[in-house]
């Protein structure tokens, strides 16, 4: 039993696996015009990803030599933080697109193809911004404190406790609102919900670059920005609180969030597949007239998992204001994130496992190809390769048939024995 | 509402067809003319793009690269004259051949290698958007901006007799040839759509494609077609940018304009007319809203600003409401026409006889 399912995690790694490589193939193309090594290019872009500090070759992604008081000594590289580990930094950009790409699978597994996560999630943000400085201040001024810094230490602690939770909860019910429209015009009305949430993105753009350019803009900074959150609403990172001495976070901004995020994958995954609601919600994208058919609330369903998807998207924004960037800053919305989660849940083939995976790895790549930038080379060269890794890996029906096809051309019409072994071996001979 | 649209369809239909033009003439000629002429840049590349969205969608395809395409065009346009000294125009071409050959490319992925479609227009966004700001870098030595003085933007046209009107002058005249072009595409996008076989297969396509397939229509080549022709629409739009505007290539100049165009087809029911009045709506209310920032008057409501700038995003749900109310409506009066005419006969059937024992 085991080693099948051993076999069938295979078989599914198999694609992606052959579409990285791929990937990585036609992007060294790009690098060698660039006039650079491709094989050298690599070794920076994973070690300045995934590696620790120091790390030199791929070898170093695993092993690492360390030269300590007495000799050299060989460590195992992910537990070696001195001067921070570049996982870090990869985990703090990991976040958002795991919470993202949840908030694109819980839409998707109902049979929604919505892609308004981009305008939730700016305007979970820019909610989450807000509140980060009104709220401290209001509560200062109802306990008539003029100066935060002399606040008594009791109602510091409980707003530590109080603010962000707050804020993330306003976050989560602006996204679901949003998400809401596009699920009711869906349901009501039959709007198309992937052409409404195209066009509900551009007005959630539209609408927080002018909120950030004019009645929430702070100073006259060049570049429009927020008011800073106060520090009670702040999510503090875990080097500076949780971990204050572990070096291994030392320079990145990793903190609650990617528990949040994870705890997020955790209760959606049991939802989907645990209750009777996920169970609803699987049936309805399955087919919708067999739902129907077996007495199961396609509506209700839709407009729920449009109602999730939107809080997922929210807690996307705030996370990213109240625990890395702490305001927003004009161009923020705009930039595309939640077009990112959309593309990782798609590539993670919905599934939770394979978001956690997906997210790490190309926010590991992004992560590496900025840190490119002092090699010589644009960091754009990170979603080249993401781009073609996307392409490579959509192409699976084309591999799929093809593999097929020189299979039954190598072997003459005698039975295969053993036919996931052999697509493992075939997706191996096809990337070189 | 539901009643109400049944009711007044046509007459609804008239009086938008109408009296639309005609508010539409009264405020060109009434507004100033600085505003008229900005509106008219503005709305360029969303007559390009929406054409471009709308003959993929028209034949089946939903294109959603857009955007990359637009970039795409308009850095090309760019690279080819940066050094050579060669005339705009060669720039504007290469645009439109780079840009077909992106579409070539969208079909042949997506019909051939059967690649989904969202995944492969997002990820052809990405692409472009990433690769463009990278061969800038590694073949021009520039950060996010290539210009130089060996690059010129294609030349203002005097257009003969209308120059000579005094109102009709400076509203009419005076653009560079992809505003004309842009024009002149709108009707012939709609000669093609409408009165060709061509144009014929396309809608035939998109409205059922198995009947277009019964009926002997190649639908892969048709939707190769219309994808190629979208690609080159695109690339079009996308040198207008960074050839009709200003002469330079900026790192993300397209800005989002694939998507709003892609609204502005939607908008105009994939009309080619439509989008083209549809195109001067966002144009207009963009060149107002700069317009507004401008003025430097600081008792303006910012508000006000924002709302003009968003004001045809907003009327794009409104009119996709209004898209599903008309198709809900259309059925049930269907439904309502075939009560009445068999309503007697069906009660029959379920009074007297026994229809499988289930009813």
Redesign the interface.
């Known amino acids: 039993m085991t080693a099948k399912r051993l076999r069938q995690a295979l078989e599914s790694a198999a694609i992606p696996i052959l579409a990285t490589i791929l990937g990585l193939l036609v992007s060294s193309v790009i690098v060698l015009f660039a006039r650079a090594d491709p094989m050298q290019t690599y070794e920076h872009l994973f070690c300045e990803g995934f590696g620790p500090k120091g790390c030199q070759t791929f070898g170093n992604l695993l092993f690492m030599d360390v030269k300590t008081d007495n000799g050299t000594q060989t460590v195992f590289s992910l537990f070696y933080g001195a001067q921070g580990h570049a996982l870090g930094v990869t985990l703090e950009r990991a976040t958002i697109l795991i919470l993202a790409a949840l908030s694109a699978t819980v839409a998707f597994k109902a049979g929604l193809f919505s892609i308004g996560m981009d305008g939730q999630l700016v305007l979970g943000a820019i909610t989450a911004a807000f509140l980060g400085y009104a709220l401290p201040d209001l509560i200062y001024g109802l306990a008539g404190i003029s100066q935060p810094q002399a606040a008594p230490g009791a109602l510091q602690t409980v707003m530590h406790l109080v603010v962000p939770a707050l804020c993330i909860g306003a976050a989560m019910l602006v996204g679901a609102f949003y998400s809401w429209i596009a699920g009711y015009l869906k349901v009501k009305l039959n709007v198309n919900e992937l052409i409404s949430t195209i066009v509900l993105n551009a007005i959630a753009v539209q609408l927080v670059g002018y909120l950030i350019n004019f009645p929430l803009r702070s100073d006259f900074n060049n570049i429009a920005r927020t008011r800073r959150i106060d520090d009670t609403a702040w999510l503090v990172p875990f080097n500076r609180g949780l971990f204050l001495n572990s070096e291994w976070f030392s320079g990145s901004r990793v903190g609650i969030g990617i528990i949040l995020a994870l705890l997020a994958a955790l209760v959606i995954w049991f939802f989907l597949w645990r209750t009777t609601a996920g169970y609803e919600q699987r049936m309805a994208s399955g087919s919708r007239l067999f739902a129907r058919f077996g007495g199961i609330p396609n509506e209700r369903a839709a407009l729920r998992a449009m109602l999730i998807s939107g809080a997922l998207s929210g807690l996307a924004g705030a996370i990213q204001i109240l625990g890395v960037e702490r305001r927003v800053v004009d161009g923020f919305a705009g930039a595309g994130l939640g077009f990112d989660g959309v593309l990782v849940a798609i590539l993670a083939k919905e599934s939770i496992g394979g978001i956690l995976v997906v997210a790490v790895f190309f926010a590991g790549l992004q992560q590496g190809a900025i840190n490119l930038q002092f090699a010589n080379l644009p960091r754009q060269l990170g979603g080249i390769i993401i781009a073609l890794i996307i392409l490579f890996s959509s192409m699976e029906n084309f591999f799929r048939t093809n593999l097929a096809r020189i299979q039954a051309r190598l072997r003459p019409p005698q039975r295969a024995v053993d036919a996931a072994a052999e697509g493992v071996a075939a997706a191996g001979g096809g990337a070189t | 509402m539901i009643k109400f649209l049944n009711k007044h369809s046509r007459r609804l239909r008239h009086a938008l067809l109408i009296g639309g033009p005609l508010v539409g003439l009264l405020l060109f000629l009434v507004l100033p003319e600085r505003l008229v002429q900005g509106g008219i840049r503005l709305a360029t590349p969303y007559i390009l793009g929406a054409l471009a969205a709308l003959i993929a969608s028209r034949a089946g395809v939903?294109n959603?690269a857009i955007e990359g395409k637009m970039l795409l065009g308009a850095f090309i346009g760019v690279v080819v004259l940066y050094k050579t000294g060669l005339d705009p125009v060669v720039g504007v071409m290469a645009a439109v051949i780079m840009g077909g050959l992106l579409g070539l490319v969208f079909a042949i992925?997506y019909l051939r290698?059967?690649?989904?479609l969202?995944?492969?227009a997002?990820?052809?966004n990405?692409?472009v958007?990433?690769?463009t700001?990278?061969f800038l870098?590694?073949s021009f030595g520039a950060f996010g901006t290539l210009a130089d003085p060996s690059i010129h933007s294609l030349p203002i046209l005097t257009i003969p007799i209308i120059s000579g009107i005094p109102i009709l002058a400076e509203r009419l005249s005076g653009y560079n040839a992809i505003v004309y072009l842009s024009w002149f595409m709108v009707l012939f996008m709609w000669l093609l759509l409408y009165r060709t076989r061509f144009g014929r297969h396309v809608r035939a396509v998109g409205e059922n494609r198995e009947a277009a397939e019964t009926v002997g229509i190649n639908v892969t080549l048709v939707q190769t077609f219309a994808l190629t022709l979208s690609g080159m629409l695109a690339g079009l739009a996308g040198s207008f940018l960074s050839l009709g505007v200003l002469s330079q290539f900026l790192e993300n100049m397209t800005?989002?304009r694939g998507?709003?165009a892609?609204?502005v087809s939607?908008f105009a029911l994939e009309q080619p007319v439509g989008a083209f009045f549809t195109a001067l709506f966002f144009g207009f209310s963009e060149a107002l809203s700069l317009g507004l920032q401008n003025t430097g008057d600081t008792k303006l409501s910012?508000?006000l600003?924002?709302l003009v700038?968003?004001l045809p995003?907003?009327a794009?749900?409104g009119a996709?409401?209004l898209?599903?109310?008309r198709?809900?409506a259309a059925e049930l009066l269907k439904r309502r026409n075939f009560a009445a005419q068999f309503g007697q006969e069906l009660a029959n059937l379920r009074r007297g006889v026994v229809v499988g024992g289930q009813d």
Not at chain 2, 113 to 116: E, H, L
């Open positions: 939903l959603l992925l290698i059967r690649i989904n969202i995944i492969l997002l990820a052809l990405l692409f958007a990433n690769a700001v990278f870098r590694v800005a989002g998507w709003i892609i609204t939607l910012p508000a600003v924002a700038l968003a995003q907003i794009t749900i996709l409401v898209v599903a109310l198709i809900r």
